[in-house]
């Protein structure tokens, strides 16, 4: 029996479980500037299993690049 279904099915129960604090993360993440925009951004990622731009990277604090792709946070918000 193949469970195919599994995996996007796991990524949305990880995403409605998350929404009111995603749908937080991304009004402060539009109106962010700098660190605080990085921050949020990797926080984004993380929470709502995101792609990283380098597989195994890791945040560090203070770090001026995010992990994400902003352009995979942008659409993320965009449904939100």
């Not at 599994?6 to 604090?21: E, M």
């Not at 993440?29 to 990622?45: C, K, P, Q, T, Y």
């Amino acid at each position: 029996m193949s469970h195919h279904w599994l995996g996007p099915a796991l990524a949305i129960t990880a995403l409605l479980a998350s929404t009111h604090d995603t749908r937080h993360d991304c009004r402060l993440w539009r109106s962010s500037r700098g660190l605080e925009r990085v921050e949020i951004a990797n926080r984004l990622g993380a929470a709502n299993l995101l792609t990283k731009e380098h597989n195994f990277a890791v945040a560090t604090p203070g770090e001026s690049r995010s992990l994400y792709s902003s352009s995979d946070i942008r659409r993320l918000c965009a449904l939100l």
